[in-house]
């Protein structure tokens, strides 16, 4: 019983340490139950037993991916690289799959709500699974299994949709089980393929602004070098990564529409405005970083060239997703399209145009009619300025 | 070759460069001079790609500067351009820049680690060359910022004053013969600008000058030189400078205008 115990739970001591805790938690409520002068009734009352018990479901589900995946351990990836393990042969560290161990950890955390009046075994299970899979979602995605990943990120919207139907809901679940373990089988296969420096920087969460001045050579050297930007979105990518953000976009204001009247939809959908403010920002920033216009306003302005076309189509995108933004929110307001499928299609729309309008990053770094200048960033303390 | 073919380019109302059409020969060391505010480093900047001119174009071995993002990317490859002033990474060492630039330029590993050696010996930066920029003088930053440019291996160098910036006698010595030796056995096309004459007539094999915005002088050091009767320096002085000389004549003669 203990070696199979150890196959997929924690080192001894750590389940000692919560078996203590969660004795300590379930205890009290009891106790609480027992000192009370009245009549004890079974299930006691102790809701916050609840909560407790749905942490220790959801960091087990954690660790339980956590703890095996090699995506997420460097040293165990490059142990396993040297090993003759190959893809298909069970992982030596212990399974990704869910197990007979699970089953039994997760049982006694539902066993354990059936003690508690109001306490539910079914949310043990669902914190659990969504935990578990989260995490599975996540390492997909740094183990470059990106179409896995994705279909992952779409079905989950499905769960927050059915989180009134359980049954719906937990077929759901198998169905992105399913995913995960053919997910993971495909990654395995392509495990010699990882970029081990590329996980271990998403493993420590480094600064990106650290880890841009890593590759930052100064000025003139980082714009003027012949290397194309350095993420550049293909259509296929940034209509994939649109409408994920519309349908979840969808999915927020279909669980906040059924809970409020339509009046106060308007009040909640309108902050949705700032998603295309930031995009608009956003894709300024990244143009207009270090390419300003060719002359300044007051010689557009005196030498009667108002419009400068190869400078100022940088604005063009910007000014369609507000005018996306504007007509979605007209059409809403005088009713003529719903907000609910309004914002989602807006929401879609944008970020169509923010990744997709011509001209692309390169194309304008390359051929716009700019100015090119050192960047702001540069002059900081990060950089010595030449006399 | 580069050829440059009615260039204009303003910032504001006055205009820098005023119509300007050059064609500077491969293999060439070519130093545009001229007094300050005349446009130099407009030229050079429009050269280099960080300027679009509003008027007229710049080609660069028949390829068009930002005519398409495949032309750019080759003249980028082919051309480096380093102004007077530059940005340096100053956590790094002097070693570590260089083979960041160079491998931006898709330099040759190999390559990039022998030439960044001997780019620090020939410029006298070997014991400083693992230390940090920061911690280099003026000088030396000048030094390594020239190296930046040489180590990209690029058949086209527009160098922004290269010998101001605090070079010493003996980095102005090895730049003078790098170049000139670039040019003469790898064929490799330079084009500098100083506002100093005497720095270049030694270095430079074409002068042009500009005045107003404007070429006043396009012509080879030898056909210079054929044409003045009271030597070269002279000739440059009185081109460049027309009113300095008058200017010293009248303070000693206690005039005023």
């Not at chain 1, 139950?33 to 954690?62: D, H, K, M, S, W």
């Not at chain 1, 042969?89 to 709500?113: W, Y």
Request: proline fraction near 6%; aromatic fraction near 10%.
């Amino acid at each position: 019983m203990k070696t199979w115990c150890r196959k997929v739970l924690p080192p001894e001591h750590y389940v000692v340490f919560a078996l203590l805790i969660l004795s300590f938690i379930v205890g009290m409520g009891i106790w609480q139950e027992l000192v009370y002068p009245g009549i004890v009734r079974f299930p006691f009352e102790n809701p916050a037993t609840q909560l407790a018990l749905a942490v220790f479901a959801g960091a087990y589900g954690i660790f339980r991916v956590v703890a095996f995946h090699p995506a997420s351990r460097p040293d165990y990836l490059a142990w396993l690289k040297t090993t003759p393990w190959r893809p298909g042969l069970p992982l030596p560290v212990g399974p990704l799959h869910l197990a007979g161990q699970d089953v039994m950890t997760v049982g006694l955390l539902m066993a354990a709500t059936l003690l508690f009046k109001d306490n539910s075994p079914l949310l043990i299970l669902q914190v659990f699974l969504v935990s578990y899979l989260l995490t599975h979602l996540l390492l997909l995605t740094f183990s470059q299994a990106f179409h896995h990943a994705y279909w992952m990120a779409l079905l989950w919207g499905g769960i927050v949709l059915l989180c009134f139907h359980p049954l719906a809901q937990f077929l759901l679940f198998a169905l992105l089980y399913g995913i995960t373990l053919h997910g993971l089988r495909i990654s395995l296969n392509r495990i010699e393929r990882w970029d081990a420096e590329f996980l271990e920087k998403q493993l420590q969460f480094s600064s990106d602004i650290a880890a841009f001045q890593e590759t930052k050579w100064g000025w003139p050297f980082d714009s003027l070098s012949p290397e194309r930007a350095n993420y550049v979105a293909s259509v296929r990518s940034a209509t994939a990564l649109s409408l994920l953000v519309g349908w979840w976009s969808f999915v927020i204001l279909f669980v906040i529409s059924s809970k409020i009247q339509r009046r106060d939809l308007i009040e909640i959908a309108s902050p949705a405005g700032a998603i295309g403010v930031m995009l608009v920002l956003i894709r300024l920033y990244r143009y207009l970083y270090s390419n300003r216009p060719p002359i300044s306003l007051m010689g557009r302005l005196l030498t009667f060239r108002w419009i400068i076309p190869r400078f100022d189509v940088v604005f063009v995108g910007p000014l369609l997703i507000l005018g996306v933004e504007a007509g979605t929110f007209t059409l809403c307001s005088l009713e003529i399209i719903p907000f609910l499928w309004g914002i989602p299609v807006m929401i879609t729309l944008q970020f169509l145009i923010f990744f997709l309008f011509p001209p692309s990053l390169d194309e304008w770094r390359m051929t716009g009619a700019h100015r090119i200048v050192p960047p702001s960033m540069q002059q900081s303390k990060s950089f010595q300025i030449t006399q | 070759m580069i050829r440059i073919a009615g260039v204009t380019q303003h910032y504001g109302i006055k205009p820098i460069l005023k119509n300007i059409s050059l064609e500077i020969p491969s293999a060439s060391r070519t130093a545009v001079i001229g007094p300050n505010g005349m446009g130099k480093t407009t030229l050079l900047s429009v050269l280099g790609g960080v300027l679009q001119p509003q008027q007229g174009f710049v080609e660069i071995d028949g390829l068009q500067r930002r005519s398409s993002v495949e032309n750019e990317l080759e003249i980028r490859r082919r051309a480096v351009f380093l102004p007077d002033r530059c940005f340096l990474p100053k956590n790094r060492t002097g070693r570590e820049f260089l083979l960041g630039v160079g491998r931006l330029y898709q330099v040759d590993e190999q390559r990039l680690i022998d030439h960044s050696q001997r780019l620090l010996d020939l410029f006298s930066l070997t014991e400083l060359g693992d230390s940090p920029i920061r911690n280099y003088s003026a000088g030396q930053q000048k030094k390594i910022s020239l190296c930046s440019a040489l180590i990209t291996d690029a058949r086209y160098l527009l160098l922004d004053e290269p010998f101001s910036g605090g070079l010493d006698p003996a980095g102005i010595l090895a730049l003078r013969h790098v170049l000139e030796r670039f040019a003469r056995e790898q064929q490799r096309t330079i084009v500098l600008t100083s506002p100093v004459p005497e720095l270049v007539m030694e270095t430079a094999d074409r002068l042009v000058v500009i005045q107003h915005g404007r070429v006043s002088i396009d012509a080879t050091i030898d056909e210079l030189k054929a044409k003045s009767t009271g030597g070269l320096k002279d000739l440059l002085h009185q081109v460049v400078f027309p009113e300095t000389l008058e200017n010293v004549e009248r303070y000693f003669a206690g005039e005023s205008r």
